[in-house]
Nanobody, 123 residues
Framework: QVQLVESGGGLVQAGGSLRLSCTAS????????VGWFRQAPGKEREFVTA????????YPTDSVKGRFTISRDNAKNTVYLQMNSLKPEDTGVYYC????????????????WGQGTRVTVSS
């Protein structure tokens, strides 16, 4: 059983930056691909980006390419989401999720979820 805890959310002005963290416990971290998802008010949860087991491959969705960077530190059991050039449409609750072996872009493929951290981008 893997437990995930996100942190780093907050309020930021448009054009600003935030770094989210997702720390895992209770499993072999290097067996899990990790994804970030977000859910805006009144909208469905959507895929943001994911990273493979070793951190050598990432899979950002088009809307965040060039602005968001996912990385992982396997020694610290932590995945990061560096978010730059934030826009009001990036506002939402950000969740990290983990799945064995392979990264996916569909929420239904992930087995473990954190509780979420809220990001608000003001215009």
């Amino acid at each position: 059983q893997v437990q995930l805890v996100e942190s780093g959310g907050g309020l930021v002005q448009a054009g600003g930056s935030l770094r989210l963290s997702c720390t895992a416990s209770g499993g072999t971290f290097t067996d899990y691909a990790v994804g970030w998802f977000r859910q805006a008010p009144g909208k469905e949860r959507e895929f943001v980006t994911a990273i493979n087991l070793s951190g050598t491959s990432t899979y950002p969705t088009d809307s965040v390419k060039g602005r968001f960077t996912i990385s992982r530190d396997n020694a610290k059991n932590t995945v990061y989401l560096q978010m730059n050039s934030l826009k009001p449409e990036d506002t939402g609750v950000y969740y990290c999720a983990a799945v064995l072996w392979v990264a996916y872009d569909s929420a239904s493929d992930y087995d473990y979820w954190g509780q979420g951290t809220r990001v608000t981008v003001s215009s």
